[in-house]
């Protein structure tokens, strides 16, 4: 199955975050059959990740099986491939297996490839790994970069805000406490915080995504939670020290993923940039040094024309095994 074929088989099974399991068997069936020792690490009932060796691992490829909602299958023109995954992080995957074949055939031993659940929400596939590690020196993660290795990716700073009323008839307002009200004051003090700008990775970004609450116009609202995220460009801990004064008793709130800055380094011959996204990386740190690079567009992840150009797939497979192979050799120099 050639690299674009891999790409389309990939993208035409729904893998939407909690239901990977087709994906992850088919995934390590395939590298059995490259000739790989190939298994699956168990996560959760019925998810697995897919971890697969051609001797002891010095550098991991790795990548995220997961997609978004909603599903929607492959279909390609002469330029791209597109679908559900095509480049969040399914193109990815093909391109690093096309990699990890062609290094096998050529040779090269003491490597892996590691493929995760759970990225698009909370990292499980990865923390779960991460409690597993099989001493790997480094590991390259596979995001949508435009083939550009990342020095510098945002933190990730995801919090609810929960509001608690008492119901009333809506003729009687004094009879009850709306929480919804009390949930927008809360917000719109929040949305009044200066963020901190970072001289490498630029400003922090603040999205309240989801608002929910209330049960009919006629009845005084006894719940409201809002969901918001937070691009961060430095320690969290003064960001959340702020937003737990300016709720105070107020409201309740809920930390649900609080994920670092990472700084990474430049590696020679490959060009770089800094990214507003958060990865699987911060939460496999017992993988080796960590590094980023992938084909596709973020512009177009998470939208209904997410696609990734087949001229970029052919350039990352090709980077992927020029990078395993500089990695190798930078640890034999540093081992000497």
């Known amino acids: 199955m050639d690299l674009f074929e891999l790409t389309k088989s990939l993208v035409n099974m729904a893998s939407v975050t909690g239901h990977e399991k ?33 001797g002891k691992p010095d550098v991991v490829l790795s990548t995220h099986m997961d997609t978004v909602p909603p599903f929607f299958p492959a279909h390609e023109d002469a330029e791209h491939i597109y679908g559900r995954g095509s480049c969040d992080a399914k193109g990815i995957l093909a391109a ?34 991460n409690l597993h590690p099989r001493g790997s020196r ?39 406490v709306n929480a919804i009200d009390k949930l927008l004051d809360v917000l719109e003090e929040i949305r009044k ?7 490498v990775l630029g400003p ?40 737990t004064e300016i709720i105070g008793d107020r409201c309740e709130l809920v930390i649900v993923r609080d994920t670092p800055v990472l700084l990474m380094e430049k ?12 990865t699987d990386l911060p939460s496999l740190t017992n993988w080796g ?9 973020i512009s177009t992840a998470h939208t209904e024309r997410e696609c990734v150009r087949k001229s970029d797939l052919t350039a990352a497979a090709d980077l992927y095994y020029r990078m395993v192979r500089d990695l190798k050799k930078q640890n034999a120099a540093s081992c000497q």
């Not at 088919?26 to 990740?49: C, I, T, Y």
């Not at 993660?141 to 119901?167: C, F, H, Q, W, Y």
């Not at 590696?267 to 958060?278: C, I, P, R, S, W």
């Open 204 to 243: 922090s970004t603040m999205n309240i995504g989801v608002i929910t609450g209330g049960r009919a116009a006629n009845v005084i609202p006894d719940e409201a939670v809002a969901q918001i995220l937070i691009r961060i460009v430095e320690n969290s801990e003064p960001l959340r020290r702020k937003i």
């Open 193 to 199: 915080i200066s963020l901190p700008v970072s001289p």
């Open 267 to 278: 590696l020679e011959g490959y060009e770089t940039d800094v990214v507003a996204f958060t």
């Open 138 to 176: 480094y590991i390259i993660n596979g995001e949508p970069t435009e083939n550009k290795l990342v020095i510098g990716s945002k933190g990730n700073l995801r919090i609810d805000v929960r509001a608690r009323g008492k119901m009333a008839h809506s003729a009687y307002p004094r009879l009850g």
């Open 22 to 54: 087709a994906c992850a068997e088919f995934v390590k069936g395939h590298l059995a059959h490259l000739g790989f020792q190939a298994e699956l690490m168990p996560v959760s009932r019925d998810r697995s990740n897919v971890f697969a060796t051609w």
């Open 289 to 297: 040094r960590p590094l980023l690079l992938g084909p596709g567009s």
């Open 96 to 129: 690093q297996v096309t990699a990890a074949e062609r290094l096998k055939n050529d040779g090269v031993e003491d490597f892996a490839l590691l493929f995760l659940v759970g990225e698009e929400t909370v990292s499980d596939g990865a923390r779960e790994a």
